[in-house]
Nanobody, 131 residues
Framework: QLHLVESGGGLVQPGESLTLSCAAS????????IGWFRQAPGKEREGVSC????????YYSESVKGRFTISRDNAKNTVSLQMNSLKSEDTGIYYC????????????????????????WGQGTQVTVSS
C-alpha cells in the first residue's frame, strides 16, 4: 500500500510564501511522486506543477509560472513545491500525486499533470491565501 503524506499547507497573506512537501512511503520503490494538483472552491481539480520521472523536466500551469518551483529528491522519494508571491486565487486543497516508476522519455512534465495519468493521490492539504 502506497502512502503519500503531504505537509506545509496553511493560512498566509497575499504575497507570502509556502512550501509543500510530499513523502511517499509503503510500496514506494514502485512509485514516484510526480507533482501537485489543486482544487479551488467550486472548481475541478487541476494540475499545478509536475516533474517527469525520466528527465526531471517540469510543467507549470500558466497561473503559477514564475512563482512556483517544483523539485524532487529521488533518494528520499519526496517532491516539494515552493510557492512564492501567493495570491488569493491560489487558495484550494493541494494534492500530491504519484505515478508508477516507469522511465519513459516521451512522458514530460505536462503528461504527469493530466489527471488521468495519476496512479495515486494524497489526502490533500489546505492552502488559504487571505488578508
Amino acid at each position: 500500500q502506497l502512502h503519500l503524506v503531504e505537509s506545509g499547507g496553511g493560512l498566509v497573506q497575499p504575497g507570502e510564501s509556502l512550501t509543500l512537501s510530499c513523502a511517499a512511503s509503503g510500496v514506494s520503490p514502485g512509485y514516484s511522486p510526480i507533482g501537485w494538483f489543486r482544487q479551488a472552491p467550486g472548481k475541478e481539480r487541476e494540475g499545478v506543477s509536475c516533474i517527469a520521472i525520466s528527465d526531471d523536466s517540469t510543467y507549470y500551469s500558466e497561473s503559477v509560472k514564475g512563482r512556483f518551483t517544483i523539485s524532487r529528491d529521488n533518494a528520499k522519494n519526496t517532491v516539494s513545491l515552493q510557492m512564492n508571491s501567493l495570491k488569493s486565487e491560489d487558495t484550494g486543497i493541494y494534492y500530491c500525486a504519484a505515478h508508477q516508476l516507469v522511465y519513459n522519455p516521451y512522458h514530460d512534465g505536462h503528461y504527469y499533470c493530466l489527471g488521468d495519468n495519476v496512479h495515486q493521490w494524497g489526502q490533500g492539504t489546505q492552502v488559504t491565501v487571505s488578508s
